[in-house]
């Protein structure tokens, strides 16, 4: 007995289109690679061309199928521009990913306007935006999948949330929002809560030795998080396998959250 013919009805993401933004670096990056091995054809946005080429060209390494678009999310004109450009390559998406963020979180009594606006239109503006381009299409073809990488600072305040913190709640409200909507047309919306995870966007902890040490001494598994570790859960996600799972934010922390 071959159980292959099982787990690819479950996980394959054979024939799909995946966008997925902020998908250049750190748990974008993981998760691009995780839908384009499991099969999805996927199609790259973040700022940086030198970091979009790199990823493209390591996925084509591998023999998956990708493309990259260079695109400014901190606008309603960017956003949109992108979201056009983004179904060049290989057509309407049946999964997105909303993984670009900014992570600006200065004092509480040192917030100030500009740093709230750009933090709000890029983590969850443009998400937003994102779903309202994509999300119908998807209802109307009968399945879609949208993922929000969303941080414990929408669930507790530490390590100065400020808006960041604002940001990521109102993306997980926005992924129930957006499950109410579709899910009965096979669109589930859910939201992926990682713990710390040493990534570029998390530079300013990450330079703290004793910060990270007692981080890591918070989770139960001992240690704090990669951009690898989502590859899984993003894949379960992106596939037919979560059909039954939607409006949920899961936390891949390693325990971090429950104690």
């Keep these: 007995m071959t159980t292959q013919p099982y787990l690819s009805e479950l996980f394959s993401l054979d024939d799909r289109v995946a966008v997925v933004t902020g998908g250049s670096s750190g748990i974008g990056r993981a998760i691009a690679g995780a839908l384009a091995r499991a099969g999805a054809s996927v199609v ?12 493209v060209d390591e996925l084509a390494a591998h023999g998956c199928r990708a493309a990259w678009v260079s695109a400014d999310l901190s606008t309603r004109d960017g956003v949109r521009l992108a979201a056009e450009k983004a179904v060049e390559a290989f057509g309407e998406p049946d999964i997105l990913v909303n993984s670009a963020g900014i992570n600006l ?18 983590n969850l503006e443009a998400p937003y935006l994102l779903g309202q381009r994509f999300g119908p299409g998807m209802a109307e073809r009968g399945y879609g999948r949208i993922i929000h990488i969303s941080s414990q600072q929408a669930h507790r305040a ?9 940001s990521k709640g109102g993306l997980e409200s926005l992924a129930r929002s957006q499950a ?26 990450s330079s703290d030795p004793e910060k990270v040490a007692a981080l890591a001494a918070r989770t139960m598994v001992g ?16 596939g037919r396998a979560s059909g039954y799972v939607t409006g949920q934010s899961i936390f891949v922390d390693g325990g971090f959250s429950v104690h």
Excluded: H
């Excluded at 200065?106 to 933090?119: F, G, I, Q, S």
């Excluded at 530490?158 to 604002?166: R, T």
């Design 44 to 55: 790259v946005v973040a700022r940086k061309e030198a970091d979009l080429i790199a990823t």
């Design 105 to 122: 979180r200065p004092p509480m009594a040192e917030l100030n306007e500009d740093v709230w606006d750009v933090t709000m239109a890029v």
């Design 158 to 166: 530490f390590v100065q949330s400020g808006v960041y913190g604002v």
């Design 180 to 205: 109410e909507a579709w899910s009965s047309s096979g669109v589930t919306c859910n939201t992926l809560v990682p713990g710390f995870v040493m990534t570029a966007l998390n530079a300013r902890l």
């Design 223 to 238: 240690r704090n998080g990669l951009a690898e570790d989502f590859a899984g859960a993003a894949v379960f996600l992106a």
